[in-house]
């Protein structure tokens, strides 16, 4: 049967105990005051059970006054239990002064600090502990009211526990949490959190695992305890002061790191009790209220040795010492928080060196406290919108390794993130974006000034960091990802006078080589399928017109690289440079090698200095920009057809374009061999190149191109009845600017110029154009026209009349072929030089391809030129369809309205003649 519980008041000095007892009897005498308890068991104890000892208050921030009366929440503890061991045969008289005096210190009882449970502070369970093993924890209360022998005022009672081995100005005691309970109290506008939210846990399992708190004092009474309690831990330090219940000091420090950077910092909340202002009509008072103050202080602000493989820079330094956070919102978990919150995050000032560059900007960092393992992803998912800091366009070595080309960018902008390992937080770049400054000197427009953005490759992240650095033979050729889905265009096909007019590399990057720069990493020299890649990575680029994949020899060693786009360092300048030299071609259509056993090849050189200042173009490099195309033949028709006609080959042809001068095509060893069905050209061509041999080029640089080639005419030749008049020889090579193919074009008169033979009153004349496009199906045009010619010339006049008869034969650019016969009658006189007057009628019979359609057409131009003044006349019918067309055919639904029209017309036509018949 359990032993009963009783209850000691006493009125005088304020005594409220339950008292209930194990291992004792109650024995009964027969006067007054005679019952006692009587310590019969083996571990007899008494057992005092104390009203709540601790209320908890919400704070106030330091900022908060009132000006009338506010409730703030509160909550109050659970009973504290004292467990006084007594030894065997002990006897205690059954009153309230026998109990109180069988407990004090002047007796063998003390207080058991296995079983005692004491609320203090609130929502924390301790145990007093003798801080000497040999001592015991022992209580100093009253048996009796204690009466002020002046004003006789009675003291109110309470219960100091110490040590047996105490002081008077210390208990020498340990305090023991066992157990801790968090209260369902949250911050309200205007008041914050109570003291040690969220602290408890730690303070319990900080004891258990390091050393127990030091009290110098415990008292409990009716209205409260009171502490004083302290402890300093590896990662946490905590001091409190209590008097009757309530908190008036409170401090909690713990050490932690600004994630991801590591820098370490204490986090310290201190709250005082203070008196604040009561403003109120009536009265001017004060509340007692608990200020709270949260603070972040930098004990290492400088970090150096932090640069790893993903993380560019040698040291990190926060630009400041102590960082008060009071005025910002409470977190919910101090140990673990984004300073400021979400919405509005409190941003540090950070300095960042590469080498010797500095960077300075601020961002929000989360405080992780030593005691946790890393930020929770609820955490970093508030903290990542906020991760991304922008730089003013500062160039940083994002490798750290050799400082190859491709490793100093640009940077506009950082996104950073932290990994965590057993040595603690490391800062780490997600992203990174960087203008190319490579690609904004070599390509106009606006595309290439906007910052594209970069991220680490895995290889990258998954090197071994070192402590002098991480191992710099591992970096892969490829470190920098561009974090796009398509990658970023580098399309010279619209520039080409940027790329060396006569190739326009366009491909879309993926990535950036050290040594190369934006690359297609899928055709990097040690990529499988190579070929395949190629055609993929350089679809639309283009070669003198050729598509650039088809020319590429993949076949030998060493394998082909991409060009090289990059920006390098001489001395205090920096240069930029694209590079594709030795690049071996090989046979593709018309592209054919010159010589047999001697592959094409391609030279390119572009680049470009700094621009000085107030310079209007960038300084020259030397060489200067030179793209060189070397050993190729173009061939018609192209293979596979095995009967060749027209083989036009170069030693060479090389485009140069410097700063401030126009740009220039050189042709080298050119050579023209007509075969087959045109071998009959061949005595012509002998002449043509005796006669080129003594001219030069002939060059005409516009906005839209560069042309470059020989292109002369032949005297009129008379020698009785024989007349050759109109003969001009064309050879050119057309280079663009824009997206079109280089054209090489070799032509004997023209369209509009036709040659003309006459022998007597007989003669004829004509026309024959072929043009190489690129890859496109070459253009030929020959026409031929034959009849009767007579001219006369008699000094001071010269007349001619012609009727001549052809046929021309067109092969257009796309396959489709047009054959046109005409007749030409016309002639004219002229006087003395001065006046002219002809005549031309053009009867022309066209047919044409896709689909079939035969069309004619007629013109007849008059024209008169008296020197001062002259007057063209042209009478033309227009094209007229004679066969074919588009136009759909007619149903016979068609021909059922067209004849109910035709009959109801006649009908009309009827009646009107009828209404004016005689």
């Known amino acids: 049967m359990a032993a009963p519980t009783f209850l000691i008041v006493r009125s005088e000095d304020f005594v409220v105990l339950a008292v209930d007892w194990a291992g004792f009897e109650v024995r009964t005498g027969t006067g007054p005051?005679?019952?006692?308890?009587?310590?019969?068991?083996?571990h007899p104890t008494v057992t005092l059970t104390f009203p709540p000892q601790a209320i908890l208050e919400q704070t106030t921030p330091a900022a908060f006054y009132t000006a009338g009366f506010v409730q703030s929440d509160s909550r109050l503890s659970g009973p504290s239990q004292l467990v006084f061991a007594v030894t065997s045969g002990t006897v205690i008289e059954l009153s309230a002064q026998g109990i109180l005096k069988a407990l004090t210190a002047h007796t063998h009882?003390?207080?058991?600090?296995?079983?005692?449970?004491?609320?203090?502070?609130?929502?924390?369970?301790?145990?007093?502990v003798a801080r000497s093993s040999t001592a015991s924890v022992v209580s100093h209360h009253a048996e009796r009211p204690v009466t002020s022998e002046h004003s006789g005022a009675v003291a109110m009672w309470r219960a100091p526990l110490q040590a047996s081995d105490a002081t008077a100005?210390?208990?020498?005691?340990?305090?023991?949490?066992?157990?801790f309970s968090e209260s369902d109290i949250h911050p309200q506008d205007p008041f914050g959190s109570p003291p040690l939210t969220h602290w408890r846990d730690l303070i319990v399992s900080s004891s258990a695992q390091h050393s127990l708190p030091v009290a110098t004092r415990l008292e409990l009474s009716a209205l409260g305890g009171s502490l004083s309690a302290a402890a300093k831990w590896p990662s946490v330090s905590w001091t409190h002061l209590m008097a009757l219940g309530r908190d008036d000091q409170v401090d909690v420090t713990a050490t932690g790191k600004l994630w991801p950077f590591g820098i370490p910092v204490v986090y310290q909340e201190f709250t005082k009790r203070n008196f604040l202002p009561v403003h109120s009509p009536t009265s001017l008072g004060c509340v007692a209220a608990l200020l709270k103050h949260r603070v972040l202080v930098v004990t290492v602000p400088l970090l150096s040795g932090v640069r790893t493989s993903t993380f560019p820079f040698d040291e990190v330094e926060i630009l400041g010492r102590e960082f008060s956070l009071s005025n910002t919102p409470e977190p919910a978990n101090p140990r673990m928080f984004l300073p400021g919150g979400a919405s509005s995050p409190v941003a540090f000032p950070i300095r960042c060196r590469s080498g010797t560059t500095d960077v300075q900007f601020r961002i929000p960092l989360i405080f992780v406290a030593d005691t946790e393992t890393g930020p929770t992803p609820a955490i970093l998912n508030d903290w990542r919108p906020h991760a991304s800091v922008q730089v003013p366009g500062v160039e940083l070595d994002m490798v750290g390794a050799e400082g190859k080309p491709g490793d100093v960018h640009e940077v506009h902008s950082l996104t950073f993130s932290g990994k965590d390992d057993s040595t603690g937080p490391h800062p780490d770049l997600a992203s990174f974006d960087v203008v190319l400054s490579a690609l904004r000197s070599l390509l106009p427009g606006p595309e290439h000034a906007q910052p594209q953005t970069l991220r680490y490759a895995a290889e990258m992240r998954s090197l071994s960091d070192a402590a002098d650095g991480f191992l710099r033979t591992s970096v892969p050729a490829v470190p920098l990802i561009f974090d796009t889905p398509n990658g970023v265009p580098v399309n010279f096909t619209k520039s080409a006078d940027r790329s060396g007019g006569l190739v326009a590399p366009k491909f879309s990057a993926d990535g950036i080589s050290r040594d190369l720069g934006p690359v297609a990493t899928s055709v990097l020299p040690d990529k499988?399928?190579?070929s395949a890649?190629?055609?993929?990575?350089?679809?639309?680029?283009?070669?003198?017109?050729?598509?650039?994949?088809?020319?590429?020899?993949?076949?030998?060693?060493?394998?082909?690289?991409?060009?090289?786009?990059?920006?390098?360092?001489?001395?205090?300048?920096?240069?930029?440079e694209m590079r594709w030299e030795g690049l071996r071609l090989k046979a593709h259509s018309a592209f054919q090698p010159r010589t047999a056993g001697q592959s094409p090849q391609l030279?390119?050189?572009?680049?470009?200095?700094?621009?000085?200042?107030?310079?209007?173009?960038?300084?020259?490099?030397?060489?200067?920009?030179?793209?060189?195309?070397?050993?190729?033949?173009?061939?018609?028709?192209?293979?596979?057809?095995?009967?060749?006609?027209?083989?036009?080959s170069f030693e060479s042809v090389a485009f140069t374009q410097s700063p401030g001068r126009p740009a220039s095509l050189d042709l080298n060893g050119l050579k023209i061999e007509f075969e087959g069905a045109l071998k009959l050209l061949g005595q012509l061509q002998k002449k043509l190149e005796s006669f080129l041999g003594g001219r030069g080029f002939t060059s005409k640089v516009s906005t839209s191109g560069i042309t470059v080639g020989y292109e002369f005419g032949i005297p009129k030749t008379a020698a009785g009845a024989f007349v050759l008049q109109n003969i001009a020889v064309r050879v050119a090579v057309t280079v663009p600017f824009a997206e079109e193919p280089v054209t090489v074009a070799l032509g004997f008169a023209s369209r509009e110029h036709p040659f003309s033979v006459s022998v007597s009153a007989f003669g004829g004349g004509g026309y024959a154009v072929v043009e190489i496009a690129g890859a496109n199906e070459p253009r030929v045009e020959i026409c031929l026209e034959f009849g009767a010619m007579l001219a006369v010339d008699f000094v001071v006049a010269s007349a001619e009349v012609h009727a001549l008869g052809g046929v021309r034969f067109v092969r257009l650019a796309n396959g489709a072929v047009e054959l046109e016969a005409f007749i030409r009658i016309g002639g004219s006189v002229r006087l003395l030089g001065l006046v002219t007057v002809s005549i031309e009628l053009r009867v022309a019979l066209t047919y044409q391809e896709g689909p079939p359609r035969l069309l004619g057409r007629a013109s007849l131009v008059v024209e008169l030129d008296l020197t001062l003044y002259a007057e063209s006349v042209t009478i033309d019918s227009g094209t007229f369809e004679l066969v074919g067309g588009t136009a759909p055919r007619r149903t016979a639904a068609d021909r059922k309205a067209t004849g109910k029209r035709s009959v109801a017309a006649v009908e009309t036509w009827q009646q009107y003649r009828r209404a004016f018949a005689p």
């Open 109 to 128: 009882a003390h207080v058991d600090d296995q079983t005692s449970a004491i609320e203090l502070p609130w929502g924390l369970t301790v145990r007093p």
């Open 33 to 42: 005051g005679t019952t006692q308890l009587v310590a019969t068991g083996p």
């Open 169 to 179: 100005t210390d208990a020498f005691l340990l305090v023991r949490p066992t157990s």
């Open 528 to 530: 499988p399928n190579l």
């Open 533 to 576: 890649a190629l055609n993929r990575a350089f679809s639309g680029a283009t070669l003198f017109g050729f598509p650039l994949s088809a020319l590429i020899d993949t076949t030998g060693d060493p394998k082909p690289s991409p060009p090289k786009i990059v920006q390098r360092k001489e001395g205090t300048d920096t240069r930029v």
């Open 603 to 648: 030279d390119l050189f572009i680049g470009c200095g700094p621009t000085a200042s107030g310079a209007a173009t960038p300084a020259a490099v030397a060489p200067p920009p030179t793209c060189a195309l070397k050993n190729f033949a173009l061939v018609l028709p192209p293979p596979p057809a095995t009967t060749r006609l027209l083989r036009l």
